[in-house]
Structures are given as C-alpha cells and as structure tokens.
C-alpha cells in the first residue's frame, strides 16, 4: 500500500471517528449548547467522509467537493439557527426563574 492510498483511506476514517464521537456527544451531553457543537462534530465528520469519497487516483471527483460545499453553508445556517433557539430557551428560563413569587390562594 502507498503513501496516496494511505492518505486517501485516512480522511474517511477520521470522518467515521468524528461522527462517531459527536454520536456519543448528542447523546450523553444534556445541555443544548453541547448537543448543538455535537452535531456540528458529526456535519465535520460527514464532510471528511465525502471529501475522501471524491479523491481518486490523480482525478478529484467534483460532485462530493460540491455537497460538501453546500453542506457547510446549510451547517452555518443551521447552527445560527440553532443558537438562536437556545439563547431563546435561557432567557425564557431565565424569565420564568426570577419572576416574583404569586401569593398562594389562601382558600377564600
């Protein structure tokens, strides 16, 4: 086996360690902020799986480097999306945590 076709196996390994990694993240973190940079592990490790897909021998197939390109644009919106929402969901916590207390209905 040569050094290229070496090189070539090492960026969908590293992609499927990646996913695999932010599998395990998603699913053990509880907090959102972690869950959301979780599933950017597994967007980044998807990327590296289809850009290693596109290289070959001494051609570079463009249509995975095209998904991937996309991909990234969509996983920007997506996580500002995201952030958005969790920024949200603290300040309504944070609302609901420090309204006043509401008298307790005495029974009358």
Not at 72 to 95: D, N, P
């Amino acid at each position: 086996m040569t050094i290229s076709a070496a090189l070539g196996h090492l960026f969908p390994l590293t992609g499927a360690a990646l996913v695999g990694l932010g599998l395990f993240g998603f699913i053990v973190l509880r907090h959102p902020l972690r869950q959301l940079l979780a599933v950017n592990v597994i967007g980044a490790g998807i990327f590296l799986i289809l850009g290693g897909l596109g290289r070959g021998e001494g051609v570079t197939d463009p249509y995975p480097q095209a998904l991937v390109i996309t991909g990234i644009v969509v996983s920007v919106a997506l996580t500002a999306v995201g952030a958005a929402m969790i920024t949200r969901l603290a300040e309504e916590r944070r609302a609901a945590g420090s309204a006043p207390d509401q008298p307790k209905d005495q029974g009358l």
